[in-house]
């Protein structure tokens, strides 16, 4: 079970971008999925992508278009490139590689 460390939260104006990137302790080449989740306040833990091993992706209805996962097996590393930021992506970003979670990283989108 690796240990995920997300970076790469900030404060943005809408219409800007930003790039998450969540840090695996160990190898993901096996883990078979990883994805990222956001948390507003009051509202409950949403996804946002998804992807397999194989490179499979899944998104969030909100954010399709907008947003692209991807992995780099060999960097153990995950990334979230964000465009196109509106308001209501503020949240708390989670980074999940079943069946581990991140501790999150704060997105802040100021109109």
């Known amino acids: 079970q690796v240990q995920l460390v997300e970076s790469g939260g900030g404060l943005v104006q809408a219409g800007g971008s930003l790039r998450l990137s969540c840090a695996a302790s160990?190898?993901?080449?096996?883990?078979?999925?990883m994805g990222w989740y956001r948390q507003a306040p009051g509202k409950q833990r949403e996804l946002v992508a998804t992807i397999t091993s194989g490179g499979t992706t899944n998104y969030g209805d909100s954010v399709k278009g907008r947003f692209t996962i991807s992995r780099d097996n060999a960097k153990n590393t995950l990334y979230l490139q964000m465009n196109s930021l509106k308001p209501e992506d503020t949240a708390v970003y989670y980074c999940?590689?079943?069946?581990?979670w991140g501790q999150g990283t704060q997105v802040t989108v100021s109109s």
């Open positions: 999940w590689a079943l069946p581990s």
């Open positions: 160990g190898s993901i080449f096996s883990i078979p999925a």
